[in-house]
């Protein structure tokens, strides 16, 4: 299963490194994706990286403040956030992609339980 770790109270304009392990299942060969879900608000797309880092894609509202990587050895992918802001505060979900666009929260279907992240200003 998908584990996500790493999130917590972070001060805005700090920094903040988000883990996604699995276990019982590898990572290496899929696409993965960072969505979060702020109070009373839909789901969103954050950021997406190729099986081999070749490809990463984020949304307008990350961009520049959030960076997503992976470390196939260590079966992980992680979303480094700086530059916070109140508004990020939500429950950050991994998940592995398995098919359709990228950025569509419809094209993954292996999701972490997430982990909460709060901003305070």
């Known amino acids: 299963h998908l584990v996500e770790s790493g999130g917590g109270l972070v001060q805005a304009g700090r920094s903040l490194r988000l883990s996604c392990s699995a276990s019982?299942?590898?990572?290496?060969?899929?696409?993965v994706g960072w969505f979060r879900q702020a109070p009373e608000k839909e789901l969103e797309f954050v950021a997406t990286?190729?099986?081999?880092?070749?490809?990463?894609n984020y949304a307008d509202s990350v961009r520049g403040r959030f960076t997503i990587s992976r470390d196939n050895l260590k079966n992980t992918a992680f979303l480094q956030m700086d530059h916070w802001k109140p508004e990020d505060t939500a429950v950050y979900y991994c998940?592995?992609?398995?098919?359709?666009?990228?950025?569509?929260?419809?094209?993954?279907?292996?999701w972490g339980q997430g982990t909460q992240v709060t901003v305070s200003s």
């Open positions: 019982g299942r590898t990572l290496t060969s899929s696409r």
């Open positions: 990286i190729s099986y081999n880092s070749g490809s990463r």
């Open positions: 998940a592995v992609h398995s098919g359709g666009a990228p950025s569509s929260r419809s094209s993954y279907g292996y």
